[in-house]
């Protein structure tokens, strides 16, 4: 429980550093920013699969799957350059 509240913030203040790097046109950042937006996205697709009976086995099968394609279908640990 304590690690999924830690991750939920590091997300949160990831996902605000993306904001901030599109909105300044950062370029240095460009990289994390669009990784942090696909991050959003595979949480978009986790989050409604979750909730439904036997979850835990159809997000098994799908990591499975992407780990086949060389990726994963959780979000990843971004790291965006001081500015």
């Known amino acids: 429980m304590k690690k999924s509240i830690i991750t939920i913030k590091r997300e949160y203040i990831e996902t605000k550093k993306m904001l901030k790097t599109f909105k300044n046109k950062d370029v240095d950042n460009y990289p994390q ?16 699969i979750s909730i439904l009976p036997g979850s835990i086995f159809i997000l098994t099968i799908l990591e499975l799957i992407a780990k086949g394609f060389n990726t994963t279908i959780f979000p990843k640990k971004q790291k965006f350059k001081e500015s």
């Open 33 to 48: 920013a669009k990784g942090q937006f696909v991050d959003i996205l595979k949480f978009l697709l986790i989050l409604p």
